[in-house]
């Protein structure tokens, strides 16, 4: 470097006689802070020493020496255990582009190395012969930074693995020349482990991917994990977020998508449909795509009281994580004492006289929000009488019969020692006779055509209504 002093010097006495020219810097030489920023930390540290310390045997500033001070010996000792390991100045910077040593090198931010870690650093390869180190996956000498996972994860090895999955080729070249398949793997595995297990248990375990399913047999089996999770995380751009809401819409096109349901094929979905990912998942949150059959559940098509383009799906299922969860039903959302009641003057006054021309209050219903177990109480005695599952030979509203259609079609319960305001045992009239639960579909509501006179008649059967 005595040279290049020398002859920065003589430039600049020759330049100071030139004439006057535009105002551009004669000195190239960064500072400390473009160093550290462009190259290689020299602010603060071990290696704040003098230009001449690196960069001393060379004319130019492209060459630096690492050797000089980082003797053979005791670099090659602290080296044992690193495979590809070699003694010269740009094999240092190829691997210390930070300046840290070994012992304190942080690759976190990167990839998880440390001891314990899958890809500890002369851990045992699981698909290759031999320990891992960092020439396994940085195999490019002149550019550290390229990462091919492919030298241990060949093709072979990782088909069965993927078989689940759309996002990895069918084949591909070991090594990766262009980066791109380690690049996919990155993606998903960006801190070495599996994001989830779909067909087979996983060692390290992997949580499930649930509640949305994509196993074989599911609607989304071998589909693209990245045509869904397409954010990108902020600690690591390069890599998926598979905490971020998954996109539907990149599949589910239009005017297909619509057109399934508002369309004659899947009639009955106007009044909750939405054509946005939020919306896709609130009913499709398990993956399913349909077409849903609701009938044994609830009467809920076109032509029913209830179909969707009057009381949407989350009008009734209040927990879109639990639909089938039939505590979570909230029927007193529409059918409650308020102003904005479905029910014209409350949902009371259809449990008592004029309406019901008796009272039921007290006598099998009840209305009580007041907790939210008093809420789903009532609930449960809304489905309890109105499960849909009333029938006669000529009534045809499963969900209601009126008090008076049930004395002229079947027998009188206004009055006398049937009259439906009054309890045997504490059981309310209409459950004492109809003391049959649904069997199979429907299970929390009465079934109306079962009828029981044994309870006060020992011997009397009953006659069909009309």
Not at 77 to 87: K, L, V
Not at 431 to 446: D, I, K, L, Q
């Amino acid at each position: 470097m005595p040279r290049l002093r020398q002859f920065l010097i003589a430039a600049a006495a020759a330049l100071a006689g030139c004439s006057p020219a535009p105002d551009v810097s004669w000195l190239t030489q960064p500072t400390r802070d473009q160093h550290s920023s462009a190259y290689f930390p020299i602010v603060t540290g071990p290696h704040a020493a003098d230009c001449n310390t690196c960069h001393g045997t060379s004319n130019s500033f492209r060459n630096f020496d690492c050797v000089g001070c980082h003797l053979q010996a005791p670099t090659a000792t602290i080296h044992a255990a690193i495979g590809g390991y070699s003694y010269d100045s740009q094999s240092c910077y190829g691997c210390h582009t930070d300046g840290v040593g070994l012992g304190s090198i942080d690759h976190r931010r990167n990839f998880p190395i440390a001891a314990g870690q899958i890809h500890a650093i002369g851990a045992q390869a699981m698909h290759v012969p031999g320990t891992i180190q960092c020439t396994s996956c940085h195999t490019n000498a002149s550019d550290r930074t390229k990462v091919d996972c492919t030298s241990c994860h060949t093709s072979a090895a990782m088909q069965p693995l993927h078989v689940a999955v759309a996002d990895l080729p069918a084949t591909y070249a070991s090594p990766d020349a262009t980066y791109k398949t380690s690049t996919l793997c990155l993606t998903c595995h960006a801190d070495s482990t599996v994001p989830v297990t779909i067909t087979r248990p996983h060692s390290p375990p992997a949580p499930a991917h649930a509640p949305f399913l994509i196993g074989s047999g599911e609607a989304h089996y071998q589909k693209s994990c990245l045509g869904c999770h397409v954010a990108l995380r902020t600690d690591k751009p390069w890599a998926a977020d598979f905490t971020k809401p998954q996109r539907c819409t990149g599949c589910h096109v239009e005017p297909a998508t619509s057109s399934n349901h508002l369309g004659t094929s899947w009639a009955g979905y106007s009044g909750t449909y939405a054509y946005s990912d939020a919306a896709c998942l609130r009913c499709h949150m398990d993956g399913d795509i349909g077409p849903f059959d609701h009938s044994a559940d609830f009467p809920i098509m076109a032509s029913d009281v209830h179909r969707s383009g009057v009381a949407p799906c989350l009008s009734c299922h209040t927990s879109s994580s639990t639909p089938a969860d039939v505590s979570t039903i909230g029927c007193v959302r529409c059918h409650n004492n308020g102003a904005s009641s479905v029910d014209a003057g409350g949902v009371n006054a259809k449990h008592t006289t004029p309406a019901a021309t008796t009272t039921l209050i007290g006598f099998g219903y009840s209305f009580d929000t007041s907790t939210q177990a008093a809420t789903v109480s009532t609930n449960g005695l809304c489905l309890k009488c109105h499960a849909g599952t009333i029938a006669t030979k000529t009534w045809t509203n499963p969900l209601v019969m009126p008090i008076a259609t049930h004395s002229s079609l079947c027998f009188d319960v206004t009055s006398g020692n049937h009259r439906v305001n009054q309890t045997k045992n504490g059981v309310p009239a209409c459950f004492v006779c109809h003391n049959t639960m649904n069997a199979g579909s429907r299970p929390w509501g009465v079934n109306w055509t079962q009828v029981s006179c044994t309870a006060c008649h020992s011997s009397r059967s009953f006659s069909a209504c009309k």
